[in-house]
């Protein structure tokens, strides 16, 4: 069966660079969640949408934005990287509300 | 603000024993409420859920998991355990802001190491 689809799996930048993840969720699925998890952590609620609309938002730092595109992918943008920012971004997505999340094996993102 | 707490950093079962993780929540309204496993450097995958109905909810791989409403508890078991089931479990629950597409809270995680 198809699963999320995050890319690029790994990704080095250094402090005060920007990157951009990307998220192709499961067909027919369409609402999205981005989510950060740091070393030794629980995943972090950052920002979900449902049907292409900013739906929750969790703890998502000003330094970044993300959206969700007409053929339901979505695109996390991370501007001014601190070292902090080094974590797995997972992304997830569902058939809807009370439906179960489905993970992409994330993004490795380190910063130098 | 709702919360999960999983008061367990590791859970040790010998192999064909059965096995419980706890998990206690908080949350206004009625509780949406997930279990999700992780092996290293992989994403979560999703075990179960309850929404409502039954309070005893089975799931993948042989898990159920029993939703106690008086005692906001939602513990996962399994009657036996294997070596495979050794990963890190997360309980979690929905954040009900109404917008249709929740993000979840999750707990600290509980590693599960069973022994052959």
């Known amino acids: 069966a198809a699963g999320v689809i995050q890319s690029p799996r790994h990704l080095i930048k250094e402090k005060r660079e920007t990157a951009t993840l990307k998220c192709y969720p499961i067909?027919?699925?369409?609402?999205v969640y981005w989510y950060q998890q740091g070393p030794g952590q629980d995943p972090q609620f950052l920002i979900s949408?449902?049907?292409?609309?900013?739906?929750d938002k969790g703890s998502i730092p000003d330094r970044f934005s993300a959206q969700q595109f007409s053929d339901y992918h979505s695109e996390l943008n991370m501007s001014s990287l601190e070292l902090g920012d080094s974590a797995l971004y997972f992304c997830?997505?569902?058939?809807?509300?009370?439906?179960?999340?489905?993970f992409g094996d994330g993004t490795r993102l380190s910063i130098l | 603000a709702q919360s999960v707490a999983q008061p367990e950093d590791q859970v040790n079962v010998a192999e064909g024993n059965p096995l419980t993780v706890k998990c206690t929540y908080s949350?206004?309204?009625?509780?949406?409420l997930f279990w999700y496993v992780q092996y290293p450097n992989r994403g979560l995958q999703f075990l179960l859920k309850?929404?409502?109905?039954?309070?005893l909810v089975k799931g993948s791989y042989g898990f159920e998991a029993e939703f106690n409403k008086s005692q906001t508890s939602f513990h996962l078991k399994k009657p036996s355990a294997l070596v495979s089931d050794s990963a890190l479990y997360f309980c979690?629950?929905?954040?009900?802001?109404?917008?249709?597409?929740?993000?979840?809270?999750f707990g600290k995680g509980t590693h599960l190491i069973i022994q052959p």
């Open positions: 997830a997505s569902s058939l809807g509300q009370g439906e179960p999340q489905h």
């Open positions: 067909p027919r699925h369409d609402t």
């Open positions: 949408f449902y049907e292409k609309m900013q739906s």
């Open positions: 949350v206004s309204g009625n509780p949406y």
């Open positions: 309850y929404i409502t109905g039954d309070n």
């Open positions: 979690a629950v929905s954040r009900n802001s109404g917008g249709g597409a929740d993000g979840l809270t």
